[in-house]
T-cell receptor, first 113, second 114 residues
Framework: AQKITQTQPGMFVQEKEAVTLDCTYD???????LFWYKQPSSGEMIFLIY??????QNATEGRYSLNFQKARKSANLVISASQLGDSAMYFC??????????FGAGTRLTVKP | DTEVTQTPKHLVMGMTNKKSLKCEQH?????MYWYKQKAKKPPELMFV???????INESVPSRFSPECPNSSLLNLHLHALQPEDSALYLC?????????????FGEGSWLTVV
């Protein structure tokens, strides 16, 4: 069974600084996908970034990058140059083989002005 | 803007009511999902439809009944719900069920059972 762990219930960051949100996972599958989503208070789950288990390079999408360390089974999200609008819940998720995506407990990020 | 549309955004229903949540996507995706999310918790998978067939039911009580009329539509029929069923219900879709395909979510339907 897959398991995703986010050990930081809450994080604070100063505006314009970088922040790293931690995620570790456990799976016995060789093929899997790792995802990060942002959920503002409005409720919508916004897809941020994806990393495939066979991808050798870390994924990047604008200010978001995924620090993928396969041997350690970690997939940390790095947000550079934080903005006030980045304040939200962030979920790490994993998808093994077919269909089911499971989520970590989430990290609430607060960006301070 | 999300390309997965959910209606209604907010629903209040009594325990004896019958209501439905609706979801639509026009991305040509062949997998659609229902997730339930309680406050301060991650989303929990309820149902998966793959090519219009129910492929996963996560032991959801029968008072929740999914329906996939066609590849673009997904409904969740609600009957005889309990107050503890109050939650955010998220619909989502992906190209298909493979692990590399991103799942895209709608804005959710906030359900309150009174």
């Amino acid at each position: 069974a897959q398991k995703i762990t986010q050990t930081q219930p809450g994080m604070f960051v100063q505006e314009k600084e970088a922040v790293t949100l931690d995620c570790t996972y456990d799976t016995s599958d060789q093929s899997y996908g790792l995802f990060w989503y942002k959920q503002p208070s409005s409720g919508e789950m916004i897809f941020l970034i994806y990393q495939g288990s066979y991808d050798e390079q870390n994924a990047t999408e604008g200010r978001y990058s995924l620090n993928f360390q396969k041997a350690r089974k970690s997939a940390n999200l790095v947000i550079s140059a934080s903005q006030l609008g980045d304040s939200a819940m962030y979920f790490c998720a994993m998808r093994e083989r077919y269909n089911d995506m499971r989520f970590g407990a989430g990290t609430r990020l607060t960006v301070k002005p | 803007d999300t390309e997965v549309t959910q209606t209604p955004k907010h629903l209040v229903m009594g325990m004896t009511n019958k209501k439905s949540l609706k979801c639509e996507q026009h991305m040509g995706h062949r997998a659609m999902y229902w997730y339930k999310q309680k406050a301060k918790k991650p989303p929990e998978l309820m149902f998966v439809y793959s090519y219009e067939k129910l492929s996963i039911n996560e032991s959801v009580p029968s008072r929740f009944s999914p329906e996939c009329p066609n590849s673009s539509l997904l409904n969740l029929h609600l009957h005889a719900l309990q107050p503890e069923d109050s939650a955010l219900y998220l619909c989502a879709s992906s190209q298909d069920g493979r692990s590399g395909n991103t799942i895209y979510f709608g804005e959710g339907s906030w359900l309150t059972v009174v």
